[in-house]
């Protein structure tokens, strides 16, 4: 499970002019993101706008991420989507890829029982020989992962570990206890990134980490030399940067790739009905980037 420990950033959507999947775009990310020495990425989860996206653009992402960085980064594919049947598809397809594990969300949109959700990804697991990490982002679906279920799920060796996104740390701990040995359990909230770590996150996937890698790699050495007030200062630093990035017209992700821009790596906007950025967010973009090389 060593490959899946570490700083693995949420990959973002990548389009062109005309707000299409962009080969060209998409590698770009993926290079400039292995050169940041990151361990691996996280490809077509939230930060992806999965839920926005056909089935045929997630499968085109997942192809141009795996034929570029396969053997390179630790490479996670979120299959999850509205139907058993499409997480299915996707997840095979993952799997001729080369990816190195799975992962999903639960069913979204109708309010389904522990029962359902436990089928749903046991029928994902079922498609494929890879490994799964469980997608718990209680905020987004509605659904929070409780710690019976985790044990049930845990009887399949293929669940090797939990992404959590809930805000409250106490449940990366919960988490770990409840799992035991050999799983991973990464943290999911970026502004919790020092807290989870310490608390008994191995790794951590985050939608923030692709504009600024730096600082969380940072904070992550920081943690494993046990040095929390160095560690504790980059998370300042950081919290700071996520609530400008979150204070404008614009969605965060929508800021984020303005940023990208600004840095050099220039990957379209976000898909409606996510905000894009506004004439009026420009000025604020370039401070936020200032921020960013400040930080
Ligand atoms: C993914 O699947 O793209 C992620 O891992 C993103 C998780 C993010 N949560 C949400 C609700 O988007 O990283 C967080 C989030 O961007 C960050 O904490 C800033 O709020």
Redesign the pocket.
Known sequence: LEKFRGVIP?FYACYDEQGNVSEEATKELGNHLYNKKVKGL?VG????ECIYQTLEERKETLRIVAENLRGKLTLIA?VGAPSTRDSVILAQYAAELGYDALSAIPPIYFKLPENSVYNYWSKIMDATDLPFII?N?P??TGFDLSISLLQKLRNNPKVIGV?N?SMPVMDIERFKAAAGENFIVFN????QFVAGRLIGADGA????YGVMPELFLYADEFVKTNDFVHAREIQTKINDI?ISL?SLEGS?YAAIKAILALQGVSIGGVREPLENIHEGDLEAIHQIKNQIDEA
């Open positions: 949420a996280y989860g939230s930060s992806g979120h997608y982002i905020q987004t992404k996104s999911g909230p970026d502004e996937i985050g939608g923030t996520i979150c965060m």
